[in-house]
């Protein structure tokens, strides 16, 4: 059956694309010594500031298993720290460190040079961005600040 065939599946060019894309960016973090992963954490720190560890993963929709080795990597590296909440000691804050400040500096040029590296004009990239918006508003993922 056609319908069958792996690349008659929605699924599969997402998946394709997502580790090809992830793959990309491993040059351009390897200098800032973060991963993928961590660069997500990253990004969702350098927008909001001083935030709970359980919001990072409601953001990043990942589980703590997942996110606590990516923190706790963070933090050897000196890009961030956490401490308890002092108005709720059960909560974790999760908070840049001046290095981890400075290194939004650094990786500001990240997303402009991934464009580059995936042969992306400026109409395209807004083509992908606007699209890729729309499913995840459909999949009900906007409405978090996980996309814009």
Same mark, same amino acid.
């Given at each position: 059956?056609?319908?069958?065939?792996?690349?008659?599946?929605?699924?599969?060019?997402?998946?394709? $694309?997502?580790?090809?894309?992830?793959?990309?960016?491993?040059?351009?973090?390897?200098?800032?010594?973060?991963? &993928?992963?961590?660069?997500?954490?990253?990004?969702?720190?350098?927008?909001?500031?001083?935030?709970?560890?359980?919001?990072?993963?409601?953001?990043?929709?990942?589980?703590?298993?997942?996110?606590?080795?990516? $923190?706790?990597?963070? $933090?050897?590296?000196? &890009?961030?720290?956490?401490?308890?909440?002092?108005?709720?000691?059960?909560?974790?804050?999760?908070?840049?460190?001046?290095?981890?400040?400075?290194?939004?500096?650094?990786?500001?040029? $990240?997303?402009?040079?991934?464009?580059?590296?995936?042969?992306?004009?400026?109409?395209?990239?807004?083509?992908?961005?606007?699209?890729?918006?729309?499913?995840?508003?459909?999949?009900?993922?906007?409405?978090?600040?996980?996309?814009?």
């Amino acid at each position: 059956m056609e319908v069958l065939h792996v690349s008659n599946q929605l699924c599969f060019p997402f998946y394709a $694309i997502s580790k090809e894309i992830t793959k990309r960016y491993r040059p351009l973090l390897e200098p800032l010594h973060l991963t &993928y992963p961590q660069y997500l954490v990253m990004l969702v720190l350098w927008e909001t500031d001083q935030l709970a560890l359980k919001e990072i993963g409601k953001r990043l929709r990942l589980d703590s298993g997942t996110l606590t080795p990516l $923190i706790n990597k963070l $933090i050897s590296t000196g &890009y961030i720290e956490k401490a308890r909440n002092p108005a709720d000691e059960r909560q974790l804050i999760v908070q840049l460190t001046p290095a981890g400040r400075l290194l939004e500096e650094k990786a500001a040029s $990240i997303p402009e040079q991934l464009v580059e590296l995936l042969g992306l004009t400026e109409a395209e990239y807004m083509t992908y961005q606007k699209l890729l918006t729309e499913m995840s508003v459909k999949l009900g993922l906007v409405g978090d600040k996980t996309c814009k």
